[in-house]
């Protein structure tokens, strides 16, 4: 199955040269989930070739205005050009309120710490996070897999469309002897993604990414900054870095970076980060495009 993180917007509170407001993509088998739509996410998306088609559900994290205002001109753009049945938009409570106009198409769903989405391929998990009252952070995980050893499968007599038959049904009977699914396959454990966007240092978002393999976490500031992340209830590099450790995750990618910083300063800050968390770390910027 082809997975795909798009980083369409990365910077944090206003824009910079390089960097626009928060958005992330995230596609899967062609059917791209949007977190978050900062202003003139559209633009983005046709600059990076994302194409925003496909886009059916869109996932915000909390209503600051820079994490949710270019949702307006996302769903005209979307009725101008390809007339959607159906936009979902999964939102805090009060989103809805917002709305400056009622299109026939929309389907607004609030959003609770659970289960918010799922489809044959993955599913979208909801997790308070340490921003504002009614802020959220997202699991992004894959269905476990079945891998068959074809080796051990066909010496059981088990070809062709027998595989089908066989994962539907758990057992079936091959030449008069009954053969299990657990002997001929094992499970792949699906991957897992984890968007946290805004927050503080938060034990709940320890929990819910753990072992992700890839965590997608806020570092608004260096650790110089500690005290305006506090004041501002948002993340250093550390604090993202500890996250990541005690989570177990594969891969940290810092998100949400002030404009303050400098491109050329961008190696501190994943310096700071990987003093701590022995992982892979990462800096997003625009465009970022990361296969798993």
Known sequence: MKFEIIFLGTSAGVPSPTRSMPC???????????????????????????GYGSVRNIFISHLHL???????????TLRMTVDPEQLNIFAPAGFRNLLINDWEFLRIKRIKQGLLYKNKDVSVIAFKTKHTEK??????????RIKFIKEKAEKL???GPLYSLIKEKGEIEVEGKKVSLGEIS??????????????????????????????????TFSKE??????????????????????ANVKCLILNHISARYKEEELRELEKEAKEIFEGKVLIAYDGMRIRL
């Open 24 to 50: 992330l993509g995230i596609k899967v088998n062609g059917e791209l989930l949007l977190f978050d739509v900062g202003e003139c996410c559209q633009r983005n998306m046709m600059k990076y070739k994302v």
């Open 186 to 219: 094992y499970k792949v454990k699906g991957r897992k993604i984890v968007y946290t966007s805004d927050t503080m240092y938060s034990e709940n978002t320890i929990k819910f990414a753990k072992d992700a393999d890839v965590l997608i976490h806020e570092a």
């Open 157 to 159: 007599g088990v070809k």
């Open 225 to 246: 900054l500690k005290e305006q992340a506090k004041e501002t209830k948002h993340s250093t590099t550390e604090d993202a870095a500890k996250i990541a450790k005690k």
């Open 135 to 144: 802020s959220y952070g997202f699991v992004i995980e894959e269905e476990d």
């Open 66 to 76: 820079d994490h949710f205002l270019g949702i307006f001109g996302l769903i005209e």
